[in-house]
């Protein structure tokens, strides 16, 4: 096995990667769907799409351990002798077994897009109860549009988000791309990274701290398809 077998490999990991985070973001518009129509939580609809967000969470986390251990052992190769790359598999496989029996579905529950799974349900709901409740009094237009401008438009780019993440300290939304792209600024600078909205307190903004919105992102999708048609 030579090292740019192994890198070919890691790149097609990542590319599954890419694929699992698409299917969770299409799960959960799928429970956001099924929030709004039937607005149960316990629905079995809803809690088969929480299973499978679960499921693919789960692989999620394998992948990247298995990945972030090949990375170790081939670095570790690189500086040995050429014959050690015989036992490479051997070693990986060791590695990965016993680091994944240290792993608790428990912690699943923190992976980033099951938090933004549960938030969009829970989220959902309660809109539909406050709808129910008020018995939904008409908003004026202009402040109407002069909200949605404020909640679509990401602080750093100023224009609508395309992927909106919401800062769980402060609040905040920004577009995934964008923030992502300050964080790392930032820190290149050895410098924390200041929410970038007017105003706000959080001086250290940190990627655990985001989480993605897909209600939100709905949103931005609806009101796009509408302008369009318009």
Do not use: W
């Amino acid at each position: 096995m030579s090292l740019s077998t192994v890198r070919g490999t890691l790149s097609s990991l990542q590319s599954c990667r890419e694929e699992i985070g698409t299917t969770m973001v299409i799960v959960t518009d799928v429970a956001i769907d099924l929030a709004e129509s039937l607005g149960e939580e316990t629905n079995p609809g809803i809690k088969e799409m929480e299973a499978m967000i679960l499921e693919c969470a789960k692989l999620d986390r394998e992948i990247n351990c298995f990945v972030d251990i090949v990375q170790q052992v081939t670095g570790e190769v690189t500086s040995q002798q050429p014959e050690a790359m015989f036992s490479l598999s051997a070693t990986v496989k060791e590695r990965f077994t016993e680091r994944t029996a240290l792993l608790s579905d428990a912690e699943l529950q923190k992976h980033q897009k099951v938090v933004a799974f549960k938030d969009a349900i829970k989220n959902t709901l309660n809109q539909g109860n406050e709808e129910t409740a008020e018995n939904m009094e008409e908003l004026d237009e202009d402040i109407a549009v002069t909200q949605t401008q404020v909640n679509f438009t990401c602080p750093l780019t100023q224009v609508d988000m395309v992927n909106p993440m919401k800062n769980k300290e402060c609040n905040h939304h920004y577009d995934e791309g964008a923030i992502l792209a300050m964080i790392k600024a930032r820190h290149s600078q050895k410098k924390n990274c200041r929410c970038p909205v007017v105003g706000c307190g959080n001086t250290d903004v940190k990627q655990s701290d985001l989480i993605p919105d897909q209600i939100l992102r709905r949103k931005i999708q609806s009101k796009k398809t509408s302008g369009n048609r318009t």
